[in-house]
């Protein structure tokens, strides 16, 4: 999955290459050619495969952060201040036995301080760590059992959403002033066969807004109104026959949620709905095609005007093909395409 945010006057872009290595991308605003930078390359210890998975990322007003796990259990965080070159490292948690220990990584910036949250399979533990702005070390705590986490900020609390081990989907929240989350609010009940899986949050300024996925595929929405205690549902897009759908993203654009997903056809999918409103418009952003190209789970992001979007596709063997781009001004209904990265195949 790649990760994608506006910084004010960019459009920046990071994911994984074909080779593991976590890469970055910046497009200024008002151009069109793609600038791009090598964060970090896993080491490798003798004996042991190792890549980088999907990285998550932020902006913090000066500097662009971005965390990412290794497939040895390492989580890594690497800044850049703006208008400098170098990445500067440091590692978060460090897995020292063979398993793979922290997966799944979500990052959020505060306003004064970088926010992680991972899942550590080793123990089953869902984990939060916080560095206060122009401090080095990171502290830890550990939430509960939990994975695929999600994280966001609302000007006041962190705010995270994660899946349990029966399918639930939870939902945690930190008081202004105060260090440790509040025990979980469910957000939606696992049971008869039905499980919640790759949620994704954000805050729109009224309301918190979770969308994610249930075992049969369909796509959902839940929203929290601000000072609220329940939650409001919506079914999105329903899986239909062969169609499911998978690990969504969600963004505000100021007056509507925007959601993207991959259907498993590996067909991109955008979903618009104004504030306060009662159905979901679809629009199809890029088909994959039957003998070739595959999309990947996307990441949306609202920049300057326009709704982003940035995603990878595959070809049918699964190697990287492309890392790719679109956007839609506002008010408009075409998708503009960008490729920022072909990779040949690896035959």
Excluded at 78 to 98: C, E, G, R, S
Aim: proline letters at 5%.
């Amino acid at each position: 999955m790649c990760a994608i945010a506006w910084t004010g006057d960019s459009v920046i872009v990071s994911t994984t290459d074909a080779a593991g290595n976590v890469n970055y991308w910046w497009q200024p605003k008002d151009e069109q050619d793609w600038a791009n930078q090598l964060v970090g390359a896993p080491l490798f210890t003798t004996g042991k495969f190792n890549i980088y998975r999907e990285p998550t990322m932020a902006w913090t007003g000066n500097a662009v952060i971005i965390a990412a796990t290794d497939f040895l259990g390492n989580l890594d965080y690497w800044w850049q201040a703006k208008n400098t070159t170098p990445w500067n490292l440091q590692h978060v948690a460090v897995n020292a036995t063979d398993g793979i220990s922290h997966v799944d990584p979500a990052m959020a910036w505060t306003g004064n301080s970088a926010t992680l949250i991972a899942s550590d399979t080793s123990v089953g533990a869902l984990t939060y760590w916080w560095q206060a702005q122009n401090t080095a070390p990171w502290n830890k705590q550990v939430v509960g059992a939990a994975s695929q986490p999600a994280i966001a900020w609302t000007g006041q609390s962190v705010v995270v959403t994660a899946v349990d081990s029966a399918g639930n989907l939870k939902y945690w929240w930190q008081s202004p002033e105060k260090t440790p989350l509040n025990l979980p609010q469910t957000v939606a009940s696992g049971g008869g066969g039905v499980t919640y899986a790759q949620p994704s949050i954000f805050w729109t300024g009224a309301a918190v807004v979770i969308t994610a996925v249930d075992s049969a595929g369909s796509l959902h929405y839940w929203w929290q109104p601000k000072g609220g205690s329940g939650w409001n549902e919506q079914l999105v897009a329903g899986a239909n026959g062969s169609v499911a759908y998978s690990r969504p993203s969600i963004a505000w654009t100021g007056n509507a949620v925007v959601i993207a997903a991959v259907d498993s056809a590996g067909n991109l999918h955008y979903w618009w709905q104004p504030q306060g409103g009662a159905s979901w418009n679809p629009q199809l952003v890029s088909a994959g095609t039957e003998n070739y190209i595959k999309y990947d789970y996307p990441a949306i992001a609202w920049a300057d005007g326009s709704v982003i979007i940035a995603a990878k596709s595959f070809n049918n063997e699964a190697e990287l093909h492309t890392v790719n781009y679109w956007w839609q001004p506002q008010g408009e209904s075409t998708w503009r395409p960008q490729t920022l990265a072909t990779y040949a195949p690896l035959g």
